[in-house]
Nanobody, 125 residues
Framework: VQLAESGGGLVQAGGSLRLSCAASGRTFSGYAMGWFRQAPGKERAFVATTRDGAGLTIYADSVKGRFTISRDNAKNTVYLQMNSLKPEDTAVYYC???????????????????WGQGTQVTVSS
């Protein structure tokens, strides 16, 4: 299984970026797919996650109202639309997939067994 992120880059504060993550090797219908991020000198932090079918979605408070997660099961891809970006959003963003299907959405790192390599997002002030 491979998760390939794309869409990161440098943007000014207030700008937007759209991250994509394409999964290959198997399909993840019914599995939670999401995003974590890690800023320099900080621990990896939950950003957003979603499970198809039930329409379950959770966002970290710090991104609620600015970020939108979506997925396309036909393409085995999850997206993160990031608007109104702030310098504090600067981090490496990691795509994740749940290690097993659950009836609830995990927001901690042990809940996710598949991780991408990460894509850098830098927001300048």
């Amino acid at each position: 299984v491979q998760l390939a992120e794309s869409g990161g880059g440098l943007v000014q504060a207030g700008g937007s970026l759209r991250l994509s993550c394409a999964a290959s090797g198997r399909t993840f219908s019914g599995y939670a797919m999401g995003w974590f991020r890690q800023a320099p000198g900080k621990e990896r932090a939950f950003v957003a996650t979603t499970r198809d079918g039930a329409g379950l979605t959770i966002y970290a408070d710090s991104v609620k109202g600015r970020f939108t997660i979506s997925r396309d099961n036909a393409k085995n891809t999850v997206y993160l639309q990031m608007n109104s970006l702030k310098p504090e959003d600067t981090a490496v963003y990691y795509c994740v997939v749940e290690n097993r299907p659950r009836t609830w959405l995990p927001t901690d790192t042990p809940g996710y067994g598949y991780w991408g390599q990460g894509t850098q997002v830098t927001v300048s002030s």
